[in-house]
């Protein structure tokens, strides 16, 4: 009984452990203050793309928004290169996908 129970708490700290180590893998730039903001405008006025450049590079945060105005796409750069989180929504507002980039590879 007592076997049955430590395999049962090092199965819970070993998921833990995992589930941690996967929320802190990435080290996405989320604001960047020697950044210049670069802004993407559709025809009507409204803001298409919002990007944080650095040394000529998007580095931070990049959204995106439909013509309505509703959120597209967000994601992040380091570097150039997609890093971190990015998510999509439809026109509606309904999350359509998401995935995890590192160092402009997709690894989720």
Not at 7 to 36: G, H, N, P, R
Not at 43 to 51: C, F, H, L, R, T
């Amino acid at each position: 009984m007592k076997n049955k129970l430590l395999s049962i708490l090092a199965l819970i700290a070993m998921i833990a452990c995992k589930k941690e180590s996967q929320e802190t893998k990435f080290d996405f730039v989320s604001s960047c203050s020697d950044c210049q903001t670069e802004v993407v405008k559709y025809p009507n006025g409204q803001i298409e793309w919002e990007y944080q450049i650095k040394n000529g590079k998007k580095h931070g945060l990049a959204r995106g928004w439909w013509p309505s105005g509703k959120i597209s796409s967000e994601k992040y750069y380091k570097d150039g290169n997609m890093h971190g989180p990015q998510k999509s929504w439809d026109e509606n507002g309904n999350q359509i996908g998401s995935s995890m980039w590192q160092n402009g590879k997709i690894v989720e």
